[in-house]
């Protein structure tokens, strides 16, 4: 069976572990050379081993300008162009309004808001004709969440974004799609929400589960591969139908 990403190069910021992770594993599988991106370096050489097929590591911080520029010219070096870009690294932690402090702000809009910004305005010249980018948004973005005000309204402002640079790079012609998790088996999730009180939030989810990186890497390929090839512009929600009642 042929494989929907033969050839492809593709870039996954925030990918040595969690739904990174599982984004860059699922296009390597399907034949993409894969570009990844996290901060530590040990987990990135780790996170490189285990996506195999050639994956390269490259450290930096998705939210620093100066990163950006030397993650696009290592990919430049090394593979010329870009087929599939994943802007997937975010930052989230819950903090109580009336005790928000101009740190977790900035903290949030840096990473989510910032970084993925100019992390695709400083690709496009290396996007080629008919490439694919993804932004992480979450289905924070669209419903409330208790002490998640600042990071829903980071990811509000994903969805967003991609309504209006569908228009701005039209004569680029690119395809730029919004993937939202929700509850995601991740160690971000995991040091956010105890594992004792997973079952109570599985007993709000239509599917009875949390999701898995395997599952938003699933949707990332349909999202960077011909099958999606007329659709642009959406929001497409991997949570098991949680935040759909
Ligand atoms: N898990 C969920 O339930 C859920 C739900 C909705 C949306 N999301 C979104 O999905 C994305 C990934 O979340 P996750 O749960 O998979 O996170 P995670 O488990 O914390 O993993 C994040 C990965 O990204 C790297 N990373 C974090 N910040 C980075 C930065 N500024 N620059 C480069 N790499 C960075 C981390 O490595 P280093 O620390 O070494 O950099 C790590 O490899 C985020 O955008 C998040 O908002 C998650």
Redesign the pocket.
């Given at each position: 069976m042929s494989r929907k990403l033969e050839g492809k190069v593709a870039v996954v910021?925030?990918?040595?572990?969690?739904?990174?992770?599982g984004v860059a594993k699922a296009f390597a599988n399907e034949g993409a050379r894969v570009f990844i991106?996290?901060?530590?370096r040990s987990?990135?050489d780790r996170?490189v081993a285990e996506i195999g097929h050639g994956a390269v590591g490259i450290q930096?911080?998705?939210?620093k300008l100066a990163d950006l520029d030397t993650l696009y010219a290592t990919v430049k070096q090394k593979a010329g162009s870009i087929d599939v870009l994943a802007l997937?690294?975010?930052?989230?932690e819950f903090m109580k309004f009336g005790e928000i402090i101009e740190e977790h702000f900035d903290k949030t809009y840096n990473?989510?808001v910032k970084?993925l910004l100019f992390g695709f305005q400083k690709a496009l010249p290396l996007l080629s004709k008919g490439s694919s980018v993804i932004f992480?948004?979450?289905?924070?973005g669209s419903i409330g969440m208790p002490d998640m005000s600042v990071y829903s309204s980071t990811?509000a402002a994903v969805r967003s974004l991609a309504r209006s640079l569908i228009l701005d790079t039209k004569e680029f012609g690119i395809r730029i799609n919004v993937l939202?998790?929700?509850?995601?088996l991740?160690?971000?999730?995991q040091l956010l929400i105890p594992e004792a009180a997973h079952a109570g939030i599985v007993d709000t989810i239509p599917l009875s589960r949390l999701?898995s990186?395997e599952d938003l890497g699933k949707a990332a390929v349909f999202l960077a591969s011909e099958d999606s090839a007329y659709i642009t512009g959406v929001e497409l929600d991997v949570d098991g139908g949680v935040s759909q009642y």
């Open positions: 910021t925030g990918a040595s572990a969690g739904i990174g992770l991106t996290g901060r530590r987990e990135l996170a930096g911080d998705a939210g997937n690294a975010g930052f989230y990473a989510n970084g992480t948004g979450s289905i924070a990811k939202s998790p929700g509850h995601t991740t160690p971000g999730l999701g990186p």
